[in-house]
């Protein structure tokens, strides 16, 4: 079972190069287990029983399912998390030529660590918006695949202090490498691009690129590792692994309960967007599923009352070489079960009701939790957490699996925790 879980993981990590992507792939999982997608601008008809998802800004996700019993009465279960990860974003005119080399340049995505961008095989992927033959307006999710770029590092001859702590400049240091250009040739970013929607989209008639988002990303598939393959290694971790294992509970879940996982993006960024977990998507969601119910004026806040939510994202496991980092008492470790965060400053959204909430499904499925808690002398780090328990009122226990590595261009998680911590999930859609 844990095998069977671990490979559509490393698949799903695979096929989800972007926030676009990762999108797409769970929209594939939800139409399989029979969940139906809606759309913002169509009138919902929701049945008891039914399972529903909308997508929004082809990057973020809702899927719910209609439980059987009262709505109000009965309150919903919420998993959120997110989708993107820090990353190298294409400019909007990226393109440089240098000593006829062709790079391309980039702006930095989130708290990304930028070392390890470093002498990896790089591709591209996201979204491009164009004009066809007709003028038509078009959008389409692209990934080149194969390695095209490269940010080589800068020989240590020519730096002898590149191991003193060297500081990385990212407007002049990390354009990604892509050609090398010979007598009388040149480069266009939008042929190139319109070359690449032709082959990926058979008969396509893209004539005009009018906009994209795009990102790099390393083209090292997702493995498990180690002696045992207790580990598992991969791009994108935080917070595509917290994506899946959600959707994951959720397909198996009962239908008593009215029960929603949201998969936000931005996060990396702040969450200030249509998309965004400080944006109105959730909450439209909920409010739609009271109309279906014909809630009266009251439904809403009792709803909540009756609430509430897993905001699930990747928490800081205690790294053998760095044990100072870490709190003595709250050194979570790898395959030792899902992490509960807390934090005095509410950057994580958890409290004692709530601790004590995800303790007990813990407990009722046989997994053993863990607790974080940064150093006192040390900024903490947040979610998605607070902003939806601040926005809907809902009360919030923020948990994750534990990792090395965050915020890396690969990063590392134990092969056990993603299985055990969708237990814990799908015990709390079921509760």
């Not at 309150?75 to 006829?100: W, Y």
């Not at 989209?201 to 090292?220: I, K, N, P």
């Not at 509960?340 to 995800?358: E, P, T």
């Not at 407990?363 to 900024?379: E, H, I, N, S, W």
Request: aromatic content about 6%; proline content about 5%.
């Amino acid at each position: 079972m844990i095998a069977d879980f671990n490979a559509r993981l490393l698949d799903f990590l695979d096929s989800s190069p972007t926030p676009f992507h990762a999108a797409e792939s769970l929209k594939k999982r939800l139409a399989a287990s029979g969940f139906e997608q809606v759309a913002d601008g169509d009138s919902w008809h929701l049945e008891p029983g039914g399972r529903y998802f909308i997508v929004r800004n082809n990057s973020a996700l809702v899927a719910f399912v209609c439980g059987t019993e009262p709505l109000v009465e009965n309150g919903i279960r919420v998993a959120g998390a997110h989708t993107d990860s820090p990353c190298l974003k294409l400019k909007p005119v990226p393109e440089s030529k240098k000593q006829g080399y062709v790079q391309l340049g980039v702006e930095v995505y989130g708290g990304a660590l930028l070392n390890p961008w470093f002498d990896r095989d790089l591709s591209l992927a996201g979204r491009v918006d164009y004009l066809d033959a007709d003028g038509g307006l078009k959008s389409t999710l692209l990934d080149l695949r194969k390695p095209i770029a490269f940010i080589p590092s800068l020989a240590i001859h020519l730096d002898r202090t590149a191991n003193e702590g060297r500081k990385i400049n990212p407007q002049t240091e990390m354009a990604p490498l892509i050609s090398q250009l010979g007598e009388g040739d040149d480069f266009c970013l939008e042929a190139f691009l319109i070359e690449q929607i032709k082959a990926q989209s058979e008969g396509d008639s893209a004539a005009e690129v009018l906009s994209h988002e795009l990102m790099f990303y390393d083209t090292q598939p997702a493995k498990l590792l180690g002696l045992k393959d207790e580990f598992l290694a991969s791009a994108r971790l935080d917070n595509l692994l917290s994506c899946f294992l959600a959707c994951e509970a959720l397909c198996d879940s009962p239908v008593t309960h009215t029960s929603i996982v949201v998969c936000n993006d931005h996060e990396e960024v702040g969450s200030v967007s249509t998309s965004g977990a400080q944006g109105p998507l959730l909450r439209s969601v909920v409010d739609r599923l009271l109309g279906s119910v014909g809630a009266e004026a009251d439904g809403f806040d009792r709803l909540i009352s009756q609430s509430a939510m897993l905001s699930i994202d990747n928490a800081h496991g205690i790294h053998p070489n760095f044990i100072d980092r870490h709190d003595d008492k709250h050194g979570p470790l790898l395959n030792k079960g899902p992490v509960i965060k807390v934090n005095a400053n509410q950057r994580y959204a958890s409290n004692s009701h709530s601790v004590a909430l995800f303790k007990s499904l813990c407990m009722k499925v046989g997994v053993t939790p863990q607790l974080f808690a940064m150093r006192a002398d040390m900024a903490c780090g947040s979610t998605i957490g607070p902003i939806t328990s601040a926005s809907l009122g809902i009360e919030t226990v923020d948990v994750g699996v534990p990792t090395f590595g965050m915020h890396s261009i690969r990063e590392l998680a134990g092969s056990d925790d993603a299985p055990a911590l969708a237990k814990v999930v799908a015990a709390f859609f079921a509760r």
